[in-house]
């Protein structure tokens, strides 16, 4: 029950965010935002409390989260806002079966593996059980001697709030987590592309992702992937928002989401800066949305220092580096003969269940429909870009190389499976004008 | 071709596929149906648990194990193990570069006469030994 009042606690906190944020009437794509503001905000407490009293003190936090949602209610009372008109129509009845088909398949997938895959216990759950345990001495974690990564660590801090207000440890809390964040990005593909007046190609979308056999298998291993897929789709979703319609309220989610994204994981920084360079870029054809930068930049600015914060500790604790990469590697060919027969090993692997063939030929047939749409096209530009980048880095690791692409390419491109799935049906759903 | 036409394909296409992963996935579900029925769920570092009442007051430990690989730190038989230990036992940090600066320390250890080798080695006493071959080694120094 505790665990569900955190959850609870912290989806009207988001709740309340997004309602001073855009005071206007809740849409679909509002609701499915809402897992991602109130988890994101509920782990910046977590994290700013684990710095200020050094050690993880449940009274606090619980403490911490009653007056943000106080505070959060108060102030959207004082904002103007239209009223909540709840009015289900057949397609959201359809939205919701949907969603609970999605409910049905991760609780029984999730259920089988309570610890998760292995990155999620000797890792990301690692982290929040040696927080958990550890008292004053928590910054030891990043000692872990063996390992190299570094990832910000937002997915333990939405798990250790769980952990805090149950006052044990509870594998039901990940599980938990991980569906959330699974079913936010259905919703949110089938809600954005039902919202464009795509309703048909929007429930087949849902369908598609949802039968793909990689990604219920991998949303429900309780690793970040899903969590960072989550944001790197509300991010693209946003953008084409704000580039057809400019305003404040979408800017500043935008920037809030790229700093949840930065404090996911290393391949959010990633992202995130791929996303920052794009947007400049797209300054030359599309000056609009400028004039809302600032929001953009206060709502990034909100989480950039949890994030800086993150890697400044890990840095500062640990004693090994990380992504090392050798630049002789880089121009080594059978490195990049070997990527090559994983990149092909992938495309007709059935875990994608033909996603890689079919977006493609989609892609390329409705090229004309994406180019009408400057944010599609910029999104696809980030998928390329984003991909490429990490062919680099896997050429130029210093790390066994066939190793590492056994273990991380699939997460690699997992996360951009969904935005992927989604300018793939957005094409197709713009070719009915 | 009308454009119209090229969406019913691809509609089709999409829908075929569908159905082909929803035939993937079947078996996939019913199994993991039936693993819940049967109660056979995951189960992570169990065989190190026996060690916790052992280690209640100890901030590092060493581990030590006795395969050997090119690459132990990416090698699953090595680090599988490892990373379970440091798991289940945590807030215990296991040092596996360094085992022999500890006063306790995991051995894994699947050959016997290896065992004894590695703990004559570390010239330390057997203070616990739980399943699966693992024993809790105590040098009696830091």
Known sequence: MSIVIAFLISMVTGYFILRIIRPSALRGVDVFLIPGIGLGVSAQIVFYSLLIFNQLVPFWIIAAHLICLTGVFVYSRAVRQQTIEIRLSKQDGCVVLLLLLALVIGSIVGLNKPYGDWDAWGFWNYHANFIFRAGTRWLDVFQFSTWWAHHPWMLPCMVLWGWGLNGAESVLVPIAISLIFCLSCLGLLVCSLKERGWFGWALVAGLFLLSLPIFMAHATSQYADIVLAYFILAISILIVELFKNPSTDKALMLGLFLGLAACTKDNGIVAVIIFGCLLLSSLRRNKAWIKHGRALIYGFMSILASVLLMKGIESFNTGNHGYDVSWASLFDWHRWVLIGKFTWQMVMDSSWGLLWSLSFLVLFIFRRQIKEEEGLGLILRFVGIYIISYLFMYAGTVLELKWLLSVSYYRLVFLIAPTLVWVMFSALGRANK | ?142
């Open chain 2, 1 to 142: 071709m009308p454009l119209k036409t090229i969406q019913i394909i691809f509609l089709g296409l999409i829908i075929a596929t569908i159905v082909l992963n929803g035939f993937i996935q079947y078996p996939r579900l019913i199994q993991a149906i039936d693993h819940l029925k049967t109660n056979q769920v995951q189960r992570v570092g169990q065989e190190f648990k026996g060690l916790r009442p052992y280690l209640q007051d100890v901030a590092w430990a060493g581990y030590v194990s006795c395969l050997k690989a090119a690459h132990p730190a990416t090698e699953v038989a090595i680090m599988a193990p490892y990373q379970q230990a440091q798991f289940i036992l945590s807030p215990v940090l296991l040092d596996f570069d360094k085992a022999d600066q500890h006063r306790y320390v995991i051995l894994q250890c699947p050959d016997q006469a290896k065992a004894k080798a590695v703990q004559g080695h570390l010239n330390a006493r057997v203070v616990a030994r739980s399943a699966k071959d693992i024993w809790l080694l105590d040098r009696g120094k830091e």
